[in-house]
């Protein structure tokens, strides 16, 4: 799914078939990302006997995003519903982590380290100022910053940089740790993997029953979860609510590792990491980020291309990148490139998720909906797993999910469709 070559994460090529085949699922979840990984997590723990279908699971968008996790700093004008979402999911962010780490014994990076969202000159700075205003008017944390205290701050800024908007909430996670260790616990909880593509529901009567595979064989089960990303559209048999407008946006996306010392260096000549805190950039119009990890590497990212399914990484798309995180933090040239990734972002009309559970109405009962997460999945990752968990046990689900079934898509004049209502 990447431009990258992987691995596949040992222990998770895939169960024997003997274990899989010929078994009832109380629940199939189709996409091993973060939010199907997370999602067969959870129900697992919950006493379900889960399997997760994925010819390549970890390897979708999930494996190229940077992983910050920022309601504040990706606030959008007309976003307010998919805001209350992101701040509920970052609440559960602390817990999430805690609980990942402490059942399987790996460190996922989560840092509490905030972002700075710099204003290169000065419209981006009146771009930025008109930001903070909304910001302010929605009672979120953020403050504003002149450029010489965001200097104080982060004093591999460059110099002339106009200010800055300081969302001390804002934090991170390494995202290919989180992605390993959930496939960890998946194996740890038992959960069986499939490695093949999903092709179709089966739901006779309107109650799900199988989820058929590209080899021609049916996994029984009493639920499915549909969590393929941005190919979520290409399995059969999806009840029509269900069959949302959904398109692939690429973002290519590089690690910069810090540069290698030099053979007089001794630890306390080591130079300190570039940057500490999350650092977003608006540079003449356009959009940049650098994440710092623990370990002095950076990831800088990322472009946002409308080109289908292409994953390719384009000398273009580097090029742009490396130019404008270098008017931002000109010491970036110093850093090594260390891997160049594109991933595809499973983006609605509205660039809000889908996150439902289909009634008895929708003639697949027993699906579950949790695609379309867009540029913010690996923030939804522990809300949506949640609600996803609670529907496949019968229970309900956090409120804030009510406002992301797939029925906003079908009035006439809705995001995604003409006025006529014809999809
Ligand atoms: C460059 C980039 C940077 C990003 N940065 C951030 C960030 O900083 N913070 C943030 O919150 N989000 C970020 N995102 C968004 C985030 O990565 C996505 O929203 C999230 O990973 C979506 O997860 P997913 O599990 O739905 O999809 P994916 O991770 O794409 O997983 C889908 C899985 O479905 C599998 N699959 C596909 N078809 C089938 C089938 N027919 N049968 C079975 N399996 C199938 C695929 O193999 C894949 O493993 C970024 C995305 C990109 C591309």
Redesign the pocket.
């Known amino acids: ?1 990447s431009a990258t070559q992987h691995t596949a994460p040992s222990g998770h090529e895939g169960a024997d078939a003997s274990q899989v085949y010929g078994r009832c699922f109380d629940a199939v979840v ?8 997370a999602s067969a997590w959870q129900a697992s723990k919950r006493g379900l006997a889960v399997a997760v ?18 309601p504040v700093t ?1 606030a959008h004008y007309g976003e307010e519903a998919l805001l209350h979402l992101s701040l509920a999911s970052a609440r559960l962010w602390g817990a999430f982590a805690e609980e990942l780490e402490a059942d399987t014994g790996s460190d996922i990076g989560y840092r509490r380290c905030g972002t700075m969202l710099v204003a290169f000159d000065d419209d981006d700075r009146m771009a930025a100022r008109q930001l903070y205003e909304f910001q302010l008017k929605l009672g979120l944390q953020v403050r504003w910053v002149s450029g010489r205290e965001a200097r104080e701050m982060e004093p591999n800024l460059a110099p002339g940089i106009r200010g800055a908007l300081w969302a001390p909430n804002d934090h ?1 996670v390494r ?1 290919r740790h989180l ?1 390993r260790a959930l496939l960890d616990a998946c194996q740890e909880s038992e959960v069986a993997f499939v490695p ?4 179709a529901l089966e739901a006779p009567g309107g109650r799900l029953s199988a989820v058929r ?2 080899s021609g064989i049916r996994l029984t089960c009493g639920a499915a979860v549909l ?6 559209r ?2 059969d048999g999806l009840p029509e609510l269900a069959q949302v407008p959904l398109r692939p ?5 590089l690690r910069l590792a810090p540069a290698p010392l030099t053979a007089s260096a001794t630890p306390e000549t080591e130079p300190p990491p570039l940057l500490t805190r999350t650092v977003r950039g608006m540079v003449q119009g356009s959009h940049v ?1 650098l ?1 710092p990890r623990a370990d002095g590497s950076i ?1 800088l ?3 946002s291309e409308e080109r289908g399914f292409d994953t390719t990484v384009s000398v273009g798309a580097l090029h742009d990148l490396i130019r404008l995180a270098r008017r931002l933090v000109p010491g970036v040239t110093e850093m090594v490139l260390a891997d160049a ?6 983006a609605t009309a509205d660039n809000g ?1 889908v996150i439902a559970a289909m009634g008895g109405d929708s003639g697949a009962e027993g699906l579950v909906l ?12 522990p809300i949506t797993a949640s609600a996803v968990s609670a529907w496949l046990c019968g229970d309900p689900a956090p409120d804030e999910v009510s406002a992301f079934g797939p029925s906003r898509f079908c009035a006439p004049g809705s995001p995604g469709l003409p006025a006529d209502g014809v999809r």
Do not use: C
């Open positions: 799914m189709i996409g091993g990302g973060v939010i199907g990984l279908v994925d010819p390549d699971p970890g390897h979708g968008a999930s494996w190229a995003a940077a992983g910050m996790l920022a990706e991170q995202t992605v093949e593509r999903a092709v595979l590209a969590a393929a990303g941005s190919w979520s290409s399995v946006v690429k973002g290519v996306i980020y994440v990831v990212g990322a472009t990734t594109a991933g595809l972002r499973p998720p949790a695609f379309g997460h867009y540029r913010n999945g690996i923030l939804l990752t």
